[in-house]
C-alpha cells in the first residue's frame, strides 16, 4: 500500500472528525442540542468509515486493488442498508429517521467521492 495515499486518507477522516467535533461542541455551547446531535451522527459515520479502512489495510496485507475494492464494497454494503432504513421511515412518515438517514448517505457519499480523489491522486 502506497504510505502516502494512506496517510491523505486518514487525513482526511482525522480532518473531518476534528472540524465535526468542534462543530457539535459548538452547537451544543448555543443550546442548539438538536444540531449538535445531527453533527454527532455525520461524526460518528466518518468515525466508522476509518475503522474500516483501518481494517481493510489488516485484512488486504498491501494489495492496493484489494484493499481499493474493499473500502467501496464496504461503502456501497453500508449505504444500501440505510437507503432501506430510509425507505422504511419514508413508508411510516418518520421524518426524524428520514433524516438521519439522509445524513448517513450524504456523509457516506461524501467519503466515498475523498476516497476515490484521494485514491486518484487529485486531492
Do not use: P
Not at 39 to 47: A, G, K
Not at 55 to 76: M, N, P, S, V
Amino acid at each position: 500500500m502506497c504510505q502516502d495515499r494512506q496517510t491523505r486518507i486518514f487525513s482526511y477522516f482525522d480532518g473531518e472528525m476534528e472540524g465535526l467535533r468542534s462543530r457539535e461542541q459548538a452547537l451544543a455551547a448555543d443550546e442548539r442540542r438538536d444540531e449538535a446531535v445531527f453533527v454527532r451522527v455525520r461524526f460518528n459515520i466518518f468515525e466508522a468509515f476509518h475503522a474500516v479502512f483501518s481494517a481493510g489495510i489488516k485484512i488486504c496485507r498491501g494489495d492496493e486493488e484489494q484493499l481499493r475494492q474493499f473500502f467501496l464494497t464496504r461503502t456501497e454494503q453500508i449505504a444500501q442498508s440505510w437507503l432501506a432504513s430510509r425507505q422504511k421511515a419514508m413508508a411510516h412518515d418518520d421524518t426524524y429517521k428520514l433524516y438521519l438517514e439522509d445524513i448517513k448517505l450524504e456523509a457516506c457519499a461524501d467519503i466515498r467521492s475523498a476516497f476515490m480523489r484521494i485514491w486518484e491522486g487529485s486531492l
